[in-house]
Each structure stands twice: as structure tokens, then as C-alpha cells.
């Protein structure tokens, strides 16, 4: 059973909470879990569980919080919830996101039982996010699963992107057009510390096993082995 506790993240205008799963160690390497739009749900707080399970310190941050405190969806709600979480996202304030993701970043590098570095990893809103995080805030390394604002954000963030990055998309995302990827690629072709995985057949949110509408375990499993390499490479648990 991994333990689990909540955080509160001060910033200016409020303080936000945020999910923390420790490792059975006690201590580790950071990581810093980024939502989908559906907020630190069911499936989110598996994933700090996951990685907790690797040796991280995993906290993921309630980044919807200046407009609805700890909103989240789970897949039985259905085309309401659906809505509830698009509606969210467009009403999402990105000119904070930086200050957010940057409190959010160090608070967990100050935390007691991180070691010092962390990385990040986000999914669909968080893959975005993620990239934001890598351009912004000089992470340990980056893992953004299918971020669908990636592409559009090139121009203005790709230049200050320093830390190895692994993207994570599938080739039949419905929201996220092959066309992006491509260019995604050709942005980075230079980049000796970026790689781009692509799961054949795959739609959007691939590693999400708690809503059906999405899974597609096999592409999960390849994508996460990917994953376990990254890290093993760039943020390693035996830091820890």
C-alpha cells in the first residue's frame, strides 16, 4: 500500500492542494504528475501510486483550482462530466500556469523526502503542461503523453527547452492530428536528448485503464516501458 498525503501549495492569490505518494523508501527522485482535464482523479493518483511504486516522490497538483478547488470527473460520469471538463479547460487562465507549475515544481523539491531532483510527466492537458514545465522551470527531464497544445506552443517555448524530453502520442489521436507529431519531429530532429515514441493504431488518452472509452493497454504497456528507460537513464531511483 503506498502512502499517500495531501499538500497545500502557497502562491500569490491562494494556495492550491496537491496529491504526494511516497515511495516504500521513504525518500526518492521527484516526480511532478500533471492532470488530464479531468483534474488529480481516480486514474492520476494511480499513476503518482505507479511511480511511488518505481521509488518516486510523485505530487500531483490541482492545476484547475482558481477556477473550481479539487474539481475532478471520473469516467462514470459521462457525457456530463465529459462536458464539466471541457468547459474547465476552456476557462483554464494560461498566463498562470507558470507561476503555478513553477510553486508546484519547487514545493516538491523542497519536500522533506525528495532527494533534490525531479522530473516531471503529464497526460493530455498535462503533456502540455509538461512542456511548459520543461521550457519554463529547468526539470530533470520531461514526459509528456499526448499534449495536444504542444505543436502550437513550438515557437514560443521550444528554444528554452534544455532537459531531455520524451513524447508520448498515438497515431490515431482523434485530437491530436498526426500532422502535429510531424511537426513536433521536425523541431527536435537536431535534438540529441529528445525522442519521440509513437503507438501504432493508438488514440488519445492510451494509458488512462480506468476509462474504456480511452485504454488501449497494449499501447500503455509499450509506452510505459519506454518510460521506466527514460527515467532509468535521466532520473534514476537510485538516486534516492
Avoid at 519536500?111 to 503542461?129: K, N, Q, R
Wanted: net charge negative; aromatic share 10%.
Amino acid at each position: 500500500m503506498v502512502t499517500t498525503r495531501t499538500e497545500s501549495i502557497t502562491v500569490d492569490g491562494g494556495s492550491f492542494s496537491a496529491h504526494v505518494a511516497l515511495p516504500d523508501s521513504g525518500s526518492g527522485p521527484g516526480l511532478l504528475i500533471l492532470q488530464e482535464i479531468f483534474g488529480v482523479n481516480s486514474y492520476i493518483r494511480s499513476v503518482c501510486a505507479r511511480v511511488a511504486q518505481m521509488g518516486y516522490l510523485a505530487l500531483a497538483p490541482d492545476m484547475f483550482w482558481r477556477q473550481q478547488p479539487d474539481f475532478i470527473v471520473e469516467p462514470d460520469q459521462g457525457d456530463d462530466g465529459m462536458q464539466s471538463a471541457f468547459a474547465m479547460m476552456g476557462g483554464f487562465d494560461w498566463s498562470q500556469a507558470p507561476g503555478d507549475l513553477g510553486a508546484a515544481l519547487g514545493h516538491l523539491r523542497g519536500l522533506p523526502e525528495c532527494t533534490g531532483e525531479a522530473g516531471v510527466m503529464g497526460f493530455c492537458f498535462g503533456g502540455t503542461l509538461t512542456f511548459h514545465v520543461a521550457a519554463d522551470h529547468d526539470p530533470a527531464c520531461a514526459i509528456s503523453y499526448y499534449g495536444s497544445g504542444v505543436a502550437d506552443a513550438l515557437d514560443a517555448k521550444a528554444d528554452q527547452v534544455s532537459c531531455p524530453v520524451l513524447f508520448h502520442f498515438g497515431s490515431d489521436d482523434p485530437y491530436l492530428p498526426i500532422e502535429d507529431v510531424d511537426r513536433i519531429r521536425a523541431r527536435f530532429a537536431d535534438a540529441t536528448d529528445v525522442t519521440i515514441e509513437v503507438q501504432p493504431g493508438a488514440g488519445h488518452a492510451f494509458d488512462n485503464d480506468f476509462n474504456p472509452l480511452f485504454s488501449n493497454p497494449e499501447a500503455a504497456a509499450a509506452a510505459w516501458a519506454a518510460t521506466a528507460a527514460f527515467l532509468a537513464g535521466h532520473l534514476p531511483p537510485s538516486a534516492g
